[in-house]
């Protein structure tokens, strides 16, 4: 069974910096794009980040240059590094994985159970 876990979440100050991680655990043939999402309250889930199994990275405009994914595939995980983060940051992150559990197998998409950042000002 495929499980995405993430951990990093917490209360930071704004201007402060959190890592957020997400690893994929189970038997697996291959991981391709990994994102994180958030959802804020009343808002409805927006992307945040992906990065290609090339490593071509992709970033919503309000956290360009704030933030930075990558991914280690020896680990299967990937990472979020958030930095002069805003209270307008507060969220719950989710990451999400496209996976082939076999080769040959068409890719299904997988979330995590979600982590909250909240961002105090």
């Known amino acids: 069974q495929v499980q995405l876990v993430e951990s990093g979440g917490g209360l930071v100050q704004a201007g402060g910096s959190l890592r957020l991680s997400c690893a994929v655990s189970?038997?697996?043939?291959?991981?391709?794009?990994m994102g994180w999402y958030r959802q804020a309250p009343g808002k409805q889930r927006e992307l945040v980040a992906t990065?290609?199994?090339?490593?071509?990275?992709n970033y919503e405009d309000s956290v360009k240059g704030r933030f930075t994914i990558s991914r280690d595939d020896a680990k299967n995980t990937v990472y979020l590094q958030m930095n002069s983060l805003k209270p307008e940051d507060t969220a719950v992150y989710y990451c999400k994985a496209s996976i082939e559990l076999q080769i040959l197998q068409p890719p299904a998409d997988y979330w995590g159970q979600g982590t909250q950042v909240t961002v105090s000002s």
């Open positions: 189970g038997t697996i043939f291959s991981i391709n794009y």
């Open positions: 990065i290609t199994k090339g490593g071509t990275t």
